[in-house]
């Protein structure tokens, strides 16, 4: 008697679910992941669990698979295509995250890649939650021909909707070519790490073919030359781990969009806490230099600030810090970095901080101890006129809380561009040895007397009495708060508290722009 036919078992489709969700989070074999960790770089994967709250990831199209062909591609279709993209939690708020993942197709990317980082860049600004990308990625997937272009275009425009909507913070952590760069550029902070981020719209190669000129990738667009060279990367590290430690300390900063704003901290420094080292730390003499860095230490809570772009246009110090627990941005003159004029670069980095900073609801602390405007053939040839006024724009179209105290010196046109009284400062505070003019006594002097004092028997004794004589009439620091340029002249030890309360009365300001699509600052 035969035995009866026995229909194969029913597939598990629990099961099967299970084997296709574990080949999508494995990636390719072993052997690309140690390629990844033998130039120094963690996986995608990897980089997003030190990014977001432990277990708080959710991965959007972990399935997702491109449907090009030719060029053996129809033969290579590896699951998220790619690209890892989802959202978490940092600190418990909510933060939208795409990694390029080496190891597929070198983290070019195609159409349904491209397709992935839209859909994840429009669900970050319909929830209003930051967006973090990490990038190692190669560029366009040449296979896949324009299609892949297109898919930039996507991911530019959604960058530039997004701006000043949500947070967009991207992370350097490998290769960066051509049209690629252009996001990050378009964000509002990039990271970069030593010796593994490279950013470039034309390689090496491209560069000693077109101008003969021979240089590495690192010395082209690594991590420093970003930093302190070209001023795309705001902050540099040496390594990733450090580094996007450093992302979820920014992000503690800042609000998760512009219709909120940032978290309080707890706020266990005392706002009327006395400041004596500022006495001691900032010279009289006008000439001599300190660290302004050592007086926003002092100032905000527990000495603590994130200095952005540190390494570039070091002569302007832009921070973001605390004060009585409420998040602020410091805009200083640096008086040990080329007596802290304000030059093209300073000009371009504080306009753009403080676009920022108005933009998300971040009040500002302007700390004013500025020569001028450097002087100079390169400076007028380059544009100074033009950059100088980026920043002069960007102050003047801020709606957010502002106070500012005048340290020292404050003279000419850097006065009036450093948030001063006229451009629509909130409340202007200056310490008793201030010098609020169009120029130091000295130099004031040899021009107003030029002529007295050349026809005088001893010029040296005329000239000595007519800086005192300037001195004494205009530039006493007490001229500009008699004309009410300065709401008081206070006692630097007291700065703290004088800003603290000062923040507090403006927390409700409300000033509206006049109606415009939007303006044309110069550029």
Not at 231 to 236: D, I, S, T
Request: net charge negative; with cysteine; glycine share 10%.
């Amino acid at each position: 008697m035969k035995a009866a036919h026995q229909a194969p078992p029913a597939p598990d489709p629990l099961r099967e679910l299970g084997k296709v969700r574990e080949l999508a989070r494995q990636g390719p074999d072993g052997e690309a992941t140690r390629r990844q960790h033998a130039k120094g770089k963690l996986t995608a994967r990897e980089r997003i669990d030190l990014l977001l709250d432990k277990g708080s990831f959710v991965e959007v199209e972990p399935l997702r698979r491109h449907r090009a062909t030719g060029f053996g591609l129809e033969a290579k279709r590896p699951y998220t295509d790619g690209v890892v993209t989802g959202w978490g939690t940092v600190d418990g708020r909510t933060t939208f995250v795409y990694a390029h993942d080496f190891r597929i197709f070198g983290g070019a990317l195609g159409e349904a890649h491209a397709q992935k980082i839209h859909k994840i860049m429009d669900m970050a600004v319909a929830a209003g939650a930051p967006l973090v990308s990490l990038n190692d990625g190669a560029g366009a997937r040449i296979q896949e021909g324009v299609s892949a272009l297109a898919g930039y275009g996507g991911i530019f425009s959604r960058n530039t909707r997004a701006s000043g909507v949500i947070p967009q913070i991207s992370v350097m952590l490998g290769p960066c070519a051509g049209g690629a760069s252009y996001s990050p550029a378009l964000t509002d902070f990039v990271f970069a790490v030593r010796g593994v981020s490279q950013m470039f719209v034309t390689g090496p190669d491209v560069v000693q073919t077109v101008t003969g000129e021979e240089i590495s990738h690192e010395g082209l667009g690594g991590a420093d030359v970003h930093g302190g060279t070209s001023g795309v990367a705001h902050f540099v590290y040496d390594d990733e781990e450090t580094c996007l430690d450093e992302v979820r300390y920014l992000l503690s900063l800042l609000p998760s969009n512009n219709r909120e704003l940032a978290p309080v901290g707890a706020g266990g420094d005392p706002a009327d806490r006395v400041c004596e080292a500022l006495v001691d730390l900032v010279p009289a003499e006008g000439n001599r230099s300190y660290d302004i860095r050592q007086v926003i230490e002092e100032i905000v809570d527990d000495g603590e600030h994130m200095e952005v772009h540190a390494i570039w246009a070091p002569n302007l110090v832009c921070s973001l810090a605390r004060l009585d627990g409420h998040v602020v941005g410091v805009v200083a003159n640096q008086p040990s970095v080329t007596a802290g004029v304000l030059d093209i670069r300073a000009s371009e980095k504080g306009a753009r901080f403080v676009q920022f900073c108005d933009a998300f609801n971040i009040p500002l602390i302007t700390l004013v101890d500025v020569p001028g405007f450097l002087p100079g053939v390169e400076q007028e040839h380059g544009g100074i006129i033009r950059h100088g006024a980026k920043l002069l724009y960007a102050y003047c179209n801020a709606t957010v809380p502002r106070v500012s105290v005048v340290l020292r010196k404050a003279y000419g046109g850097a006065y009036i561009v450093m948030d001063s009284r006229s451009i629509g400062v909130d409340v202007a505070f200056a310490w008793p040895g201030n010098e609020i003019a169009v120029m130091g006594a000295d130099a004031a002097a040899n021009v107003v007397f030029r002529r007295e004092i050349a026809a005088a028997d001893d010029p040296d004794a005329v000239r000595r009495q007519k800086i005192e004589e300037y001195r004494r009439e205009l530039v006493h620091p007490y001229y500009a708060a008699e004309r009410g340029l300065v709401d008081d002249v206070i006692d630097p030890r007291e700065t703290r508290s004088a800003l603290a309360r000062s923040l507090a009365m403006l927390r409700a300001k409300d000033r509206d722009l006049p109606r415009r699509k939007h303006g044309n600052p110069p550029q």
